[in-house]
């Protein structure tokens, strides 16, 4: 039996069943914002906006400064390597 979940539980659905940890959830979601952004060929500052916008609403959940530092750093350097695999 399963147990029932509210219809815009976003934490659980995406969180809970789909990745099972926060720190995978973020950096699953950061690997699929920079290849979007480096297919679409999205100009770098636009995708630093992103990456804040994104950080700051993963820190309501609670992490260090230095996680959240590290998902801006990591995903800028994503975004540097899928945007060089989407030009060719």
Do not use: H
């Not at 973020?26 to 916008?53: C, D, N, Q, T, W």
């Not at 950080?55 to 800028?76: H, P």
């Amino acid at each position: 039996m399963s147990s029932f979940t509210t219809p815009l539980d976003l934490k659980t659905i995406f969180v809970d069943y789909f990745t099972g940890s926060m720190e995978l959830f973020m950096f699953m979601m950061m690997v699929v914002l920079a290849g979007m952004a480096g297919k679409y060929r999205m100009p770098s500052y636009i995708f630093l906006m992103l990456l804040i916008l994104f950080s700051v609403f993963m820190a309501g959940t609670g992490y260090s400064l230095f996680l959240i530092l590290g998902i801006i750093s990591g995903g800028l350097i994503a975004y540097w390597i899928l945007a060089r695999f989407g030009k060719t």
